[in-house]
């Protein structure tokens, strides 16, 4: 007998893992090096540097009860793989399993989840094969299995496709936007969140089928880790509230469907038995016109093979009594082969099913029909079967008809099984509402019948305030009971023509129908339904251990806002949803076509900062920092960027854009490289090594976990001298994890950094946070500074912040200064530090070292 020497292997690993790590889980903890990279919801780096995601949360439970401690190693895709082959990290999550990987490295043995690839476009004239990629270009994650795939269907088949290989799914999304690319080829768990997001459409176009795995490197230790792995999943698969059902609920997706042995054999079973039943026919009226002993012999023959085949068979005669019913009709009845000759479906089943069952059979006895049905079948003992039957007419020598012969496959699990997927595929578990597939089936439905009858119809989008609380404080089971009241009360307040949807999460939608044909009644209607929805939210919901209240914000589109179906109305809603949640909450909007021009430059926007960060395309800029006499003693770093196609582009709206899309991260990175490359420079020239130098820190690139570490090696690597960098941070990043602001500012504080409170008088910070941190430096903010000379309530402020900062040995710089009068007021209040227009305005940084390296002394503006 052979054995697989693989499945040996991880076989007696599984029994070391059990005998030896299961008995000391927790003995000692095991520091397990996990590759990580964004591809939600599957995969996602948190700004605390842990992993979530389906995969994250996964493992995060399992390292919970195995004492594992996870190091999260940030690298992309193609990086991660490289990483793991060489065993440079133990994990990597969300594998597809391929020969070529299965030959490098180690795979748990049970799929954590089913994934596809499929294709996605901003061209609304969508494939709808892989053979039209052909002469198109596509974006593809570069070494991943979509690549591969797509490389060997072009050669197979002769199609020149023109491959555009990306580091993430977000650059395919973006080379696609920036025209560099037709298509990107996505998994659809991360594809269709992040299409809807772009306005893009997914192509029918779907592709490789994959299991997904944790990976692990090619060694003893980390085989060991993916044994571990396997034991909790077989655990958990099976239970319907463990830790793996509840993440993938939390996450909007289903577990793996077993695989469904009856679906697999029911019809080449059914086929079989169908041609056994024929051929024994056939030779019953072949055998009755030679002898009855022939006959009898052939009944026992058939007798044998009818009773060890996995089907129900019978013959009833023409009063459709039993003449013959086989082993498997027996047992499900309660009668024997002999009993059971002679009575009718009235004396075996429920009168119901002998009343449907009688039907179907004079169709057969009267007319020689062929009749196939599904069957739902109750016994007498009140046993509830499903049954897809076939009965056809037996005949005699002179083609009379004297009865019918049946054969019947039990398919009961089969229908239940489709009617749990029917639920999983169009219904949400929690709530019983219409899930995303089933809405927008609906609401394309409805937009069809506005075209067509030219009654409006409306999309409200719903998000409820704060709901991730809930879960955070009370707990998941809570939480879902919320969204099932809220479920409720959203149903009661529709009509039975309209639809209610959960899309995930907190999110709810509303597809509105016949709301009548004129546009401004159909909107009043839409609002009042609208407001009455949010009346209904903000009713106290009693959740067993306390009554909560919740809000709501709302927004709406009608069906005559777009004429690009389906998709576009439920991405009109979303825009004006987040118009409504600026706003506060209760707040409701309707879509208008400035929302939509708002979000097409922010997302083109986008695509053109990331390009400018690549290309290394934006400037540098200084503003000086000056003291009572006007000498400068330090500098701040400015970011200024043009670009070709939309021209200067001022810091307050691109910053922004960097922030929500995560570019702020490698941004900032690249101005505190070149701040430490200008400080070393500076420290060579008697005049610039006595200056300062501000750069401002955004919260997102504070929280990376890899922070502190990077401003480390950047001022190591470029030799600064100690006290010349300056951080600048906001007083809202102080609220945010104070332990953790406190313990990251002060380890870069002994290497020599020192920070600045930027814009304060505007957040949050109290006295008690300016004790604990390590700040050398108060920044005024120039909205008290630009009203200082009108308005008494402003001086007041400057004057008691400047007391504040002699009171606790801070230096507190004035910024927004732009005339000599304000300059001469902010001194009389005791400023000795100032920055604004009037001292000096921002310029490349070659021109102030110019400047500079010759006197430190600034000319003061003339501009009043």
């Known amino acids: 007998m052979l054995i697989n020497s693989k499945a040996l292997r991880a076989g007696l690993i599984g029994i070391f893992c059990w005998f030896g790590l299961s008995a000391g889980a927790h003995a000692q903890t095991t520091t397990v090096r996990v590759g990580a990279y964004e591809n939600t919801p599957k995969v996602q780096i948190g700004e605390n540097g842990k992993i979530s995601g389906i995969f994250g949360d996964l493992l995060y439970e399992i390292a919970e009860r195995e004492g594992w401690e996870i190091q999260v190693i940030p690298c992309r895709w193609s990086d991660c793989l490289t990483l793991l082959a060489a065993g440079q990290i133990d994990l990597m999550p969300d594998v597809a399993l391929t020969e070529s990987r299965n030959q490098e490295l180690v795979f748990n043995e049970l799929p954590v989840l089913y994934s596809w690839s499929q294709l996605y476009s901003k061209d609304t004239q969508a494939l709808t094969t892989l053979l039209e990629l052909d002469g198109l270009r596509v974006a593809v994650l570069r070494d991943s299995v979509q690549e591969q795939y797509l490389k060997h269907l072009g050669l197979n088949f002769g199609i020149n496709i023109e491959f555009v290989p990306v580091g993430t799914f977000d650059e395919g999304f973006a080379a696609v936007l920036g ?56 655990d958990w698969r099976e239970a319907s509230d463990s830790p793996y059902q509840q993440i993938l609920k939390d996450w909007g997706v289903y577990a793996p469907d077993q695989e469904d042995g009856l679906s697999r054999w029911l019809l080449p079973g059914l086929l079989i038995v169908l041609v056994l039943a024929i051929l024994s026919v056939a030779a019953l009226r072949h055998q009755v016109k ?87 079948s109750r016994t007498i003992k009140g046993e509830q079967r499903q049954f897809l039957s076939v009965k056809i007419p037996l005949r005699d020598a002179d083609d009379r008809i004297y009865g019918l012969c049946g054969i019947a496959t039990d398919i009961t699990e089969h229908v239940e099984i489709q009617e749990q997927l029917n639920q999983l595929a169009y219904y949400d578990s929690v709530t019983g509402l219409a899930n995303r597939k089933l809405m927008m089936q609906q609401l394309e439905h409805a937009v069809a019948s506005y075209r067509r009858t030219g009654y409006e119809g409306a999309v409200l989008a719903i998000d ?211 701040a430490c490359q200008l400080l070393q420079k500076w420290s060579a020239d008697p005049h610039l090594s006595k200056l300062q130098l501000a750069i401002n820190i955004s919260p997102r690139q504070f929280r990376q976990a890899t922070f502190v570490e990077y401003v480390e090696s950047c001022m190591a690597r470029h030799q600064v001298p100690h006290g010349k960098l300056e951080l600048e941070i906001t007083e809202n990043m102080l609220i945010d994890n104070i332990d953790m602001t406190v313990k990251r500012m002060s380890k870069l504080g002994e290497i020599g950094v020192r920070f600045s409170l930027d814009d304060f008088g505007t957040g949050y910070a109290s006295l008690a946070y300016l004790k604990r941190l390590p700040i050398y430096q108060l920044k005024i903010d120039q909205s008290f500074v630009r009203d200082v000379l009108t308005d008494m309530n402003d001086a007041v402020i400057i004057e008691t912040i400047v007391g504040l900062g002699q009171s606790l040995r801070l230096e507190v710089v004035a910024e927004g200064v732009e005339t000599a009068a304000q300059a001469e007021a902010l001194r009389d209040l005791g400023c000795e530090k100032f920055q604004g227009f009037y001292f000096g305005r921002p310029q490349p940084v070659d021109y102030w070292v110019d400047q500079l390296s010759t006197s430190l002394q600034v000319a003061k503006s003339t501009d009043e």
Request: hydrophobic share 40%.
């Open 179 to 234: 025209k560099r690319a037709d298509v990107v080829a996505v998994n659809h768990f991360y594809g269709d969140k992040r299409s809807r997001e772009l306005g893009f459409e997914a192509t029918p176009v779907m592709f490789q089928p994959s299991r997904l795995f944790f990976a692990a490197a090619p060694n003893p230790e980390a085989a060991r880790l993916v044994s571990r792995i396997d034991r909790w999943l077989a």
């Open 290 to 376: 030679k002898k009855s002993r022939a006959l009898l012999e052939s009944e026992q023959r058939s007798n044998t093979i009818l009773n060890s085949v996995e089907a129900f068979i019978f013959i009833k005669d023409e009063q459709l009594k039993y003449r013959y019913a086989n082993k498997k009709v027996c047992e499900l009845v309660g009668e024997t082969e002999q009993s059971i000759i002679g009575k009718s479906d009235f004396d075996v089943f429920e009168t119901t099913t002998a009343e449907h069952l009688r039907e179907r059979d004079l169709r057969v006895i009267k007319f020689g029909e062929r009749v196939v049905d599904e069957e739902s």
């Open 464 to 674: 409820l305030i704060d709901f991730t609380l809930i879960n955070d404080t009370l707990g998941h089971a809570i939480g879902d009971k919320l969204l099932a009241t809220i479920a409720e009360r959203l149903e009661a307040v529709i009509d039975d023509t309209d639809c209610a949807a959960r899309l995930g999460s907190d999110d709810f939608v509303l597809v509105l129908e016949d709301l009548g044909p004129d546009r401004n009644e159909a909107i009043l209607a839409a609002r009042r339904l609208a407001t009455e929805v949010v009346r209904l939210i903000a009713q106290p919901v009693d959740l067993g251990s306390r009554f909560h209240t919740t809000a709501a914000c709302i927004g709406i589109t009608m069906f005559s806002d777009s004429d690009n179906g389906a998709a576009e109305l439920i991405k009109n809603a979303d825009l004006a949803l987040t118009e409504a949640k600026a706003l506060g909450s209760d707040s409701i909007r309707l879509f208008n076509p400035e929302m939509q021009q708002s979000i097409s430059r922010r997302l083109h926007l986008e695509d053109a900062l990331r390009s400018a960060i690549d290309d290394y395309a934006l400037e540098l800029y200084l503003q000086p920092q000056v003291d009572v006499n006007g000498v400068v003693t330090g500098g701040e770093l400015l970011l200024r960027w043009h670009d070709e196609n939309f021209g200067d582009v001022p810091p307050a709206e691109f910053i922004p854009v960097a922030e929500s899309s995560g570019l702020i991260v490698p941004l900032g990175n690249w101005v505190i490289e070149q």
